[in-house]
């Protein structure tokens, strides 16, 4: 699309805001930032030697970037069974196209292997019993949130098909579908092979990521891609090193770059994304953003100010990624080193979506979201002077949502004690006194009669609503049983109902569509 010097944007390129979230899950997996761009890169190039049409290689240029959006879907069990889940990531990294006997032999060699004899041994019998569970769990989870969450930014069928399948192999030993051979699609099956040399050629050059690819063609490679990468070596490792990869990659896209104007889906995939890094996050940057709009139409903000600090609220913490969960899920004080990572989240969050152009007018405010007046707030340590007005709501209303939803170190506030607390906030100079009167202003009328307006979707009845948003929470079939005073029986068979009706089939699924319909309201 040609655009005149001096018109507003009205659109920019889908390319864009799907790069920008590679980098958010480079940082969420334990990868250097610009991981997925140089393995997209190198996915290309395979697809040129291999003769692929301009179509096949949209899909493996997609494919490539967001193959690793789920990877959210699961993170508060991930760090429970392995601590720090994107040190972890990092680690994992080389195996991840591993056959199982090179993946096992590793992990009995490496994992935890700088604890004691025995806290070591505890570790490693956990990782073979729940963490087998989880993998299995987590890699449904992780393709079926990716396919939800990319359908809103409309991209092909093709590529929806490739993300339900990421963790499939050649060999047929993959997931969740144990697809064998040409039956995993062919951009998967391309991504595979580049993200290899990306992994090993790095640090080791053409020699390491060659002997890797010979060492695993024919059983979780496919060997025509293997043969291609190997035929021509020297080009595609040339890929890892362009001296930008965001150019690189925007200018590699290929056929007619596809244009997106929905600035709204962009950041609500986004939301959800992050929201999943914890059970205690689901539906948190959806609250921020509700009250952040509101409160700025009470303020008497014009139009655009009112959609900015709304979509501000619902980008405002993809910073969160780069911070394992175990920091986010800590019931106890945090130490030195863990809140300096907090503290960057923000930072993060912001140097991410000032890189597109559709989301780059929200996040100078979103970055500013734990700024206070006084200047006690972070990462800037920024003052009244330095905060304008859409920051100032932001920072009020995620405070007031934080404040209202539980979290590992304590409950929940009801509603008229997170006023309390913000108002006095604002008494001692750290929120602004008039973003706060807003905020609970628009807190009381959303309450009011949220529960009236909210419709069941799906033909969802009352009853698994209940359960569909307790266990989008995190809560196990038991805990939701003994909530709702029910058997676990009871609460299982609402379950599996739920599952049915909206179409999904794991628990991260569930909870991406609970987000999408607001149904995490009805738990205060």
Known sequence: MLEVEGTPRTSTRLAEVVAALSLATDMGTGKEPGHAMRMTLVALRLGELMGLPEAERGTVFYTSLLAMLGCTAGSSTGASIFGDEIAFGTAFAPLVSAPRGEMMGWLLRNY???ERFARR??????????????MTES???????????????????????????????????GGPRGLRGEATPLAVRVAHVAWDID????????????????????????????????AAADGVHAALHVASPWDALLAAEPGPPLLTADVDAAASVIADFVDLKSDHLAGHSRAVAALSGAAASLLGMDVVCVDRVRRAGLVHDLGRIAVSTSIWDKPGPLSDAEWEAVRLHAYHGERILCRTALLGEAAAVAGMHHERCDGSGYHRAAAAAQLGPEARVVAAADAFAAMTESRAHRRALSAGEAARELSEEARC??????AVSAVIQAAGEDASGVAARLSLPAELSEREVDVLALVARGLATKQVAARL????????????SCYRKIGVSTRAGATVFAMEQGLLVRLG
């Open 112 to 114: 935890a292997s700088d």
């Open 121 to 134: 041994l505890r570790r490693l019998v956990r990782l073979m019993t729940a963490g087998r569970a989880f």
């Open 139 to 173: 890699s449904a989870g992780h393709c079926e949130v990716a396919q939800r969450l990319t359908r809103r930014l409309g991209v092909s069928d093709a590529v929806l098909e490739a993300l339900g399948s990421v963790f499939e192999r050649w060999d047929g030993s």
């Open 199 to 230: 992994v090993f050629g790095g640090d080791g050059g053409v020699e390491a990521w060659s002997a890797v690819l010979r060492r695993r063609r024919g059983r979780t490679l496919d060997p025509v891609v293997v043969d291609a990468a190997l």
């Open 429 to 434: 100079g750290r929120l602004d006194a008039g």
């Open 485 to 496: 005073g029910i058997s676990p029986k009871t609460a299982d068979h609402h379950l599996q």
